[in-house]
Nanobody
């Protein structure tokens, strides 16, 4: 059993900042990559940013230069620092982890998702 628990969403005015956190817990053997996706009303879920275990980061063009993804591997936690927020950043933000879980005897790959946290950018 693996859980991804997100926090940090809320309401902010345009130009403001928010920091999202996502902590993974459970029978985790290793985490290959963690990332953030978002889904705005009436739109499909889209990638925001990812961070691999090797430290390679990838960003959607729409957030480059404004958002920063980072990880604390010791805490199995990923963060998303969001600056210069725009109304079009309004969405439910989901944490994702590509990881390996173990029972102690077996190892299985798992693609896990958090429950989502709402970010609203408006004046």
């Amino acid at each position: 059993q693996v859980q991804l628990v997100e926090s940090g969403g809320g309401w902010v005015q345009p130009g403001g900042s928010l920091r999202l956190s996502c902590a993974a817990s459970g029978n985790i053997f290793s985490i290959n990559a963690m990332g953030w996706y978002r889904q705005a009303p009436g739109k499909e879920r889209e990638l925001v940013a990812t961070d691999t275990s090797g430290g390679t980061t990838n960003y959607a063009d729409s957030v480059k230069g404004r958002f920063t993804i980072s990880r604390d591997n010791a805490k199995n936690t990923v963060y998303l620092q969001m600056n210069s927020l725009k109304p079009e950043d309004t969405a439910v933000y989901y944490c994702n982890a590509d990881l390996v879980v173990t029972t102690g005897f077996t190892f299985d790959a798992l693609d896990a998702w958090g429950q989502g946290t709402l970010v609203t950018v408006s004046s």
